[in-house]
């Protein structure tokens, strides 16, 4: 199946121009939507959590990055 080039308005194409302007990277991040610390949140599991991400961290194996 061929598909047919396309013609992209103006619009597009200023958009496009302008988007290409933009410096990569991750948006910000509301803080009212997503706060930093969770008053309901066990302390135990945030324990369990930082020991994991430890581990993983000094995980050896296939996939590590050197």
Not at 1 to 23: F, H, N, Q, W, Y
Not at 34 to 40: G, L, M, T, Y
Not at 48 to 57: P, V
């Amino acid at each position: 199946m061929t598909s047919k080039p396309t013609k992209p308005s103006k619009a597009t194409r200023d958009e496009e121009e302008l988007d290409a302007k933009v410096p990569a990277g991750a948006d910000e991040i509301d803080e009212r939507a997503f706060p930093k610390q969770d008053p309901d949140l066990d302390p135990e599991v945030a324990e369990h959590y930082e020991e994991m991400t430890e581990r993983g961290a000094k995980q050896r194996g296939e996939g590590r990055l050197p």
